[in-house]
């Protein structure tokens, strides 16, 4: 099978301490995959080495392979900026600029990186970002308003619609809804479903339950290795590791 996300023997020290040590992993395209285990198994340092924002690190090493949509993304001809262009990123704390407008909140990536040619090019990018993020319908006759006058399920999803307009590969999601409350979860939850008909979306969660919910496969991480991968149906039925089982039932983590 032709994989979005090929991940080989992947070691990674940061300062000197192992965070990931011998990590495999195969992520086919078009899926929700999510890795899930306890704070401190190494989840959030995996999603950052997919796309080099470990680049952006002291004292990191990286050994192994990680392919991305074909692209060797430790190769030594590889172009980083270009790699998180393809691998977009929404991390556990929104972070829209609080200042931009919601407009430019959308728009501010695809202009930098000259994505369209026209001002009407880039208002149908920031419309189709808003609709693919379930936020157009909130924000339309407000375009103009500062994100930070969103409630923050809402600046999740505009931190979602600003990863799309870069039109990325693979969407990456480190906790998105650990923040926020039932209601603005669903949304969230809902739209991870939605989104793998565009984009392959790797989602790391704490939360097994959410896993179950959203996740075509899922993985298992603890202590910086993951000890089972499979289809979440699988796994959540019968799980092969022991520890598996004990984090799925709640016995620990």
Known sequence: MDYAVYVKDLWVSIGGREILKGVNLEVPRNVVFAVMGPSGSGKSTLLRTLNRILDLYEGVSVRGRVVVEGIDVYDSRTDPPAVRR????????????????????????PKINKLVRSRKELDELVRWALEKAYLWNEVEDRLDAPASKLSGGQQQRLCIARALAMKPRVLMMDEPTSNLDAVATAEIEKLIIELKRDVTVILVTHNSFQASRVADHVAFMYDGQILEVGPTGRVFTRPAHKLTERYITGKFG
């Open 86 to 109: 393809l691998v977009g990123m929404v991390f556990q704390m929104p972070n829209p600029i609080p200042n931009l407008s919601i407009y430019d909140n959308v728009a501010l990536g």
